[in-house]
C-alpha cells in the first residue's frame, strides 16, 4: 500500500499529450490555450479621444484664449479629421481618432457651447489630457496571452481586439467511464429489493463536465469473458478509462485479473487513504485506467484527487494548491491519509472549512451538504481548529 | 449620481422570475434545483454488506466457534439468501444483501478459507459490524436536497440515486446583448486606422456562459431610428437586453433618448463608481435593460457587479460575499468607489489579493493577468497592506 504522495507522483508521471486542435474562439471557454497571443497593431491603435468633447491646440489655450469656434466633428469610428485653423476647435467623441493639429481634449462639462463657439470654464489644463496615446497599453507585436492558460471570458475579449477567430487549444482526452456491479439497475428503473440505482458514472461525468471534457459512460456486469472482450475494444479507442468498482477483494471484483490478462501496467493497487483505499492505477502505451472504488464517495473524492490533476497535467495546466482553516477539532484514528468533506465559508479574507458529518464513503447525500474535501495527513491523529490543510473544491 | 450600494439596491428589487423548466438530469449542472428531492427509499435500501468477506450468526461466534462451513454465496445484485444452518457461514460481497439469519461479516483479510471450511483468525468481533443498516444514511421520504441550490455533481449523483431522471430547474432568461459605436468592425475583419474590433458583447456572452445562459448578439450602428426600431423589437422578444456604450455624453450616445421615447423606465443612470460611471438602468414591464459604459473593463466589471446577482436573485439563488486581503498599499483619490483589478492568491488559508496595475477601463489585457475585482469603498482614499475587501472572481 503506498501513500497518496507517492500516488499522486506515479500519477503526474504517467500523463499524456493529447495534442493540439483548433477552434472558434467564442467556443474556447475553459480550454487551455495553447498559442501565444500577441497585439496584432499598438493598444491603443491611434490617438484616441477618451471623452467626449472638443479638441484644441494646447498653445491656443496657453497663449490666453478660452472661445474656440466649432470647425466641424470628429465621430468614433471616421477617419481623421484636421483642425484647419488653430484658433478653432473639433467636437470629439470618445473612441474617435484625435484630429490633426490637436493635443488636448476637454469634456463637455468643462465648456459651455453657445452659437457655434465653445468657451473653456477652466483655467488649469494639461497637455495631452482625456487623450489615450498611441501604443499606451500595448506595442503591436507585444505577447498578451502566454501558452497554457485556462481561458476566461477575460481572455475572450483579447482574441477578439486582436482577431484571433480561431484560437489553438489543448485537445480533450477521449474518455469512457464505466460502472461494474450487478445491483446497478438505470436511473428510470424501479430497483427491486435488492439493487441500487447506477449512479457514479453520472457524477463522474459531471466532474468532467467541469473540465469541458465530454465523456461516455457503459455499464458492464459481473461477467469476466465479458470484462474482457469490451474493456479489450476500451484500451484500444479511448485515452483514459474510469472504472468504477470491482478492485477490491470481492469473489467478483474481476477487474486487476482482466487488466492483468490485456496487459495493463500495474502502477499501483491501494493507497493508505480514506476513503477509497482499493483504488487501482494503470496504463497501456496508449491508455491511462483509473479504477476507483465503487462506493459513492470514493469514487468522488479519488476522481477528484487522481484524475483532475492527471489531467491538468496532461494539457500543460499549473494549478495552485489551495488551503482552508478548520473551524472544529477533528479526530481521525486510522493510520490512513483522510479527505474529508466540508463546508467552505469566507471571513475577513479567511476561508475557513467547517466539518460535514457523513455516514461512511456510502453516504452519496452528505455530499450535497459540502463544497471541497479537506485532505488530512496521515503523520498525526488530531487536527485542530484554526490549523490549515490543503483542499480540493468541487462547487 | 448614485452609490454602488444604491444602485445595486434598485436593481435588486427590480428582479424578474422566469419560470420553472424540467429537463434532463444529467444536462442540469449549473442550473438552480427548483424541486425538493426526497428519498423514494430508504437508505441503505437494504442492510447492505460493506465489506468482501464471510456472514454469521454472531451467537454462534460468541459461543466460542471459529471454523464455519460455507453454505453459499450472496453476491451484489442477487436477491437475498438464507443462511439454512446457523453453524454454517455465507460468503457475501460488498453491496450485496445482508442475507437472512446473519448478523456479522468478517472481511476476507480476518478468515483464512480452505477446503470449504472458513476459519476466523481474530477474537475480537461486534455485532453488526461491517454492515450498514438499512435506513441508517436516510429514511424514505426525508429532503435530501433543497430547492434553490445550484447543482454540481454531488446533486447529480442523488438525483440519480432516487430515479430523478428530469428535473425541475429555474428557466434560464433569454438575453440580448447589444454593441454601438461606428468604429467598430467584426473579429474577422481587418481594422481601418480608425476602427477597432468587437470585442466587449464576446465577454459578456462568456461572462454569461459562466451562469449557463445562452444569449444572443447584435451590433447597431450610431443611427438612432435603426437604434430605435430595433430596440423596440428586442424590448418586446427578450427579458433582458445588456448594452455595451452609447450612453455616456457623446453626439452619437443616443442610447438615454431612445429608451425614453420607447418608454423604458429609467431608474438611475450613472453611479459614483470607477470604472463605468455612466451606467444606466432601466425597466420595462417585461424586460430589464443594463446599459454599461463601451470602455472595455466597464463593460466587463459592471456585468460581474450588477447583472451577475440580479440574475442571482431572479432565480431564487443566495450568494454569499467573498472578501481577500490586499498585499499592497492601494492610494485613490476620487470620490469614487472603486473596482480594481487583482490578481488571487492562497496562502495559509488566506485569500490574498494583489493589484494589477492596468492602463485605465480601455485596456482590456490587463484583465488577463487578473482573478477577481477588489471592491474598495469611497469613504476613504488609503487602503492598506492586510486589509480586507469584498471580491467578485471572474475565473
Known sequence: MISVKEAKSIILNSTQNFGVEEIPFLKSVGRILKEEITADRDFPPFNRVAMDGIAIDFSSFQNGQRAFAIEGIQPAGSPQITLQNTVNCLEVMTGAVLPNNT????????????????????????????????????????????????????????????GKSTIKVAKQPKVM?????????????????????????????????????????????????LLKSKIKNYLDEYDVLLFSGAVSKGKYDFLPEVFEELGVEKLFHKVSQRPGKPFFYGKTFSCNIFGFPGNPISTFVNCL???????????????????????????????????????????????????????????????????AFIYLPSDKNEFKKGENFPIIRYR
Open 103 to 162: 493635443n488636448v481634449v476637454i469634456r463637455y462639462e468643462d465648456v459651455i457651447i453657445k452659437n457655434g463657439e465653445a468657451t473653456i470654464q477652466i483655467d488649469e489644463i494639461k497637455n495631452l489630457q482625456n487623450i489615450h496615446i498611441k501604443g499606451k497599453d500595448r506595442t503591436a507585436g507585444d505577447v498578451l496571452i502566454y501558452k497554457n492558460k485556462i481561458i476566461s471570458a477575460a481572455e475572450i475579449g483579447v482574441f477578439a481586439t486582436v
Open 177 to 225: 467511464i464505466i460502472s461494474t456491479g450487478d445491483e446497478l439497475v438505470g436511473v428510470e428503473e424501479t430497483p427491486e429489493a435488492h439493487q441500487i440505482r447506477r449512479s457514479n458514472v453520472f457524477t463522474m461525468v459531471s466532474l468532467l463536465e467541469r473540465l469541458n471534457i465530454d465523456s461516455e459512460t457503459a455499464h458492464i456486469t459481473d461477467d469476466k469473458p
Open 305 to 371: 484527487v487522481y484524475f483532475y490533476p492527471w489531467y491538468y497535467k496532461s494539457v500543460g495546466l499549473e494549478i495552485k494548491e489551495e488551503t482552508a482553516i478548520l473551524t472544529k477539532d477533528v479526530s481521525f484514528k486510522p493510520n490512513l491519509e483522510y479527505f474529508l468533506q466540508v463546508k467552505l465559508s469566507d471571513k475577513f479574507g479567511h476561508t475557513l472549512a467547517t466539518p460535514i458529518t457523513g455516514n461512511g464513503s456510502g453516504d452519496l447525500a452528505s455530499l450535497v451538504h459540502a463544497d
